[in-house]
């Protein structure tokens, strides 16, 4: 059944899902009080599609729409993609329960904050879920369904099928956590990493070398628990009993990492940051992640 999508927020991921359940058939209205978003959507998508060798055509099943009450009007899903700021989002769920049909399902895309907080203010909580894209959605298979104590087993069901039949691969989320599933996972990586620099273990790009060259290369094909029954839970126990400890337990962000925006070190965008990085440095890594992406989803389509 064709549903009809409105997105709230056209930028880089709300262009993505766009993109996503356009190609999928579905209807898509967009909303994005940024004019230059919203003039560049469908560019980007088409830009996006023919890079991919997919029906541009697709595109014309999106539409920019001029304020938000007409972007869900007729909405069956909403996908809220604006900006990771909470009280933005309160105000807009609060605002979108009473604009959208009462059967719609609400459902935001924040990184890491807790969907209850974000829906705190809806009335009709069993409607409401997060649903946890990754970038580029077009591209990333993985979008975890988020449950609240509100949301209605059934709707968050209907969420999953419906990603599912986009081509995505959907992940339950039966508990309402800060950064869920994947975030956690990920940023537990990172918390480990920063301590190893800041305890001059190694430097930077070397920690990224042992990732990428070690158990980065097995992940797509082996996740930790498969590997954990691998080798086998009593060694990983004994692993656990002397590693555990030595791990970093702060239990707030680096001092390290702190120090680093202190100094003006921001990343790519400052040109430094935990590595120095040229515009071309920038361009060839963005491009390798692409490729990467890119040929990932055509080894699994053969
Ligand atoms: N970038 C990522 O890798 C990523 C991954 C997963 C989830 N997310 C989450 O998705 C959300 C969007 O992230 P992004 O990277 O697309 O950000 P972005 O900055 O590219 O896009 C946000 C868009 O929201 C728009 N916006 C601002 N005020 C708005 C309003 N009042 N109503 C509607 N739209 C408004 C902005 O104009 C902008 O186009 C955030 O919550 C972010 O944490 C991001």
Known sequence: MSEQISIIGAGLMGHGIAQVFALAGHIVRVYDPDFQAM????????????????DVSATSRVFPTEDLGQCVTSADVVFEAGPEDL????????????????HALLASNTSVIPITDIMAEVKTGNRTMGTHWWNPPYLVPLVEVIKTASTDPTLAQKMFDLLAEVGKTPAMVE??????????????????????????????????TVVK??????????????NADLVGTELTLAIHETVLPAIDHTPGPSPYLKQLIREGRL?????????????EQQA?????????????????SC
């Not at 009280?87 to 009462?102: H, M």
């Open 39 to 54: 003039a560049s959507l469908r560019e980007r998508i088409v830009k996006n599609l023919s890079d991919l060798g997919q």
């Open 87 to 102: 009280a933005f989002k309160q105000k807009l769920f609060a605002q979108l329960e009473l604009l959208a049909p009462a």
């Open 175 to 208: 508990k309402d956590v800060p950064g869920f599933i994947g975030n956690r996972l990920q940023h537990a990586l990172w918390r480990e990493a920063i301590a190893i620099v800041a305890e001059g273990i190694c430097d930077a790009e070397t920690v990224d």
């Open 213 to 226: 060259g070690s158990f980065g290369r097995r992940l797509p094909v082996l996740g930790p628990l498969e």
């Open 267 to 279: 990343g790519m965008k400052s040109g430094e940051g935990f590595r120095t990085w040229t515009p």
């Open 284 to 300: 060839q890594l963005r491009a390798k992640v692409l490729r990467h992406l890119k040929a990932m989803n055509a080894a699994e």
